[in-house]
């Protein structure tokens, strides 16, 4: 079974409205991390946002915030006030605390692309 | 400025040739990853190090060898054993003090293409 899904390969939002971007995770582990990557067509992964398994808290990082539901083992990632420079995919991915290798596993990713 | 290096961008290789992709790092993190990515798919992991002269195989170690020899320092040999190589391959590092907390810093990518 998939550790991390992303159900939404790609997504279209009009500049400045907000966007959701799911993820939903399985883990049998008390203590995880989640945390969401963006990559651009350079390439590069760019590290966005984390929010850990115990944190009470949705984890916000300036327009990027996490709506984590804990008990429904969901992820989501919400991009406020979208801008042309968020057009990317976008990854989640989880490490677990069990795991010696403390190795992310990465989701499919979806591709956003915000309209002018 | 800290960072993750890798060299070069783009790789061409013939079928049969061993090739090495260089990965550096600044950060003075323990631990180095060695990630592949096909198109259209997310990441999958090759090899990992945790410590000096130590390594482990991830998910997809067949045809691939790593070294670390140098904290700073993870390449990575495709082999010619290695059945299907053209892909994206990304370095990555991180502090490992045993919590899942510490986000992973990736470098640029390497993107090797086998003909």
């Given at each position: 079974?998939?550790?991390?899904?992303?159900?939404?390969?790609?997504?279209?939002?009009?500049?400045?409205?907000?966007?959701?971007?799911?993820?939903?995770?399985?883990?049998?582990?008390?203590?995880?991390?989640?945390?969401?990557?963006?990559?651009?067509?350079?390439?590069?992964?760019?590290?966005?946002?984390?929010?850990?398994?115990?944190?009470?808290?949705?984890?916000?990082?300036?327009?990027?915030?996490?709506?984590?539901?804990?008990?429904?083992?969901?992820?989501?990632?919400?991009?406020?006030?979208?801008?042309?420079?968020?057009?990317?995919?976008?990854?989640?991915?989880?490490?677990?605390?069990?795991?010696?290798?403390?190795?992310?596993?990465?989701?499919?990713?979806?591709?956003?692309?915000?309209?002018? | 400025?800290g960072g993750i290096?890798?060299?070069?961008?783009?790789?061409?290789?013939?079928?049969?040739?061993?090739?090495?992709?260089?990965?550096?790092q600044n950060l003075n993190h323990d631990a180095m990853y060695?990630?592949?990515?096909?198109?259209?798919?997310?990441?999958?992991?090759?090899?990992?190090s945790q410590i000096?002269?130590?390594?482990?195989?991830?998910?997809?170690?067949?045809?691939?060898?790593?070294?670390?020899?140098?904290k700073e320092?993870f390449?990575?040999?495709?082999?010619?054993?290695?059945?299907?190589?053209?892909?994206?391959?990304?370095?990555a590092s991180s502090i490992d003090w045993?919590?899942?907390?510490y986000e992973q810093y990736?470098?640029?990518?390497?993107?090797?293409?086998?003909?």
């Amino acid at each position: 079974a998939q550790k991390i899904t992303q159900t939404q390969p790609g997504m279209f939002v009009q500049e400045k409205e907000a966007v959701t971007l799911d993820c939903t995770y399985d883990t049998s582990d008390q203590s995880y991390g989640l945390f969401w990557y963006k990559q651009p067509s350079s390439g590069e992964m760019i590290f966005l946002i984390y929010q850990g398994s115990y944190d009470e808290q949705n984890a916000t990082e300036g327009r990027y915030s996490l709506n984590f539901q804990k008990a429904r083992k969901s992820a989501n990632l919400v991009i406020s006030a979208s801008q042309l420079g968020d057009s990317a995919m976008y990854f989640c991915a989880m490490r677990e605390g069990r795991d010696s290798s403390y190795k992310l596993i990465f989701g499919s990713g979806t591709r956003l692309l915000v309209r002018p | 400025d800290g960072g993750i290096t890798q060299s070069p961008k783009y790789l061409f290789r013939k079928e049969g040739q061993n090739v090495t992709l260089s990965c550096e790092q600044n950060l003075n993190h323990d631990a180095m990853y060695w990630y592949r990515q096909d198109p259209g798919q997310g990441l999958r992991l090759i090899y990992y190090s945790q410590i000096v002269n130590d390594f482990q195989k991830g998910d997809i170690a067949e045809g691939y060898s790593v070294s670390r020899e140098k904290k700073e320092s993870f390449p990575l040999t495709v082999t010619s054993a290695q059945k299907n190589p053209t892909a994206f391959y990304l370095c990555a590092s991180s502090i490992d003090w045993g919590l899942p907390r510490y986000e992973q810093y990736f470098g640029p990518g390497t993107r090797l293409t086998v003909t």
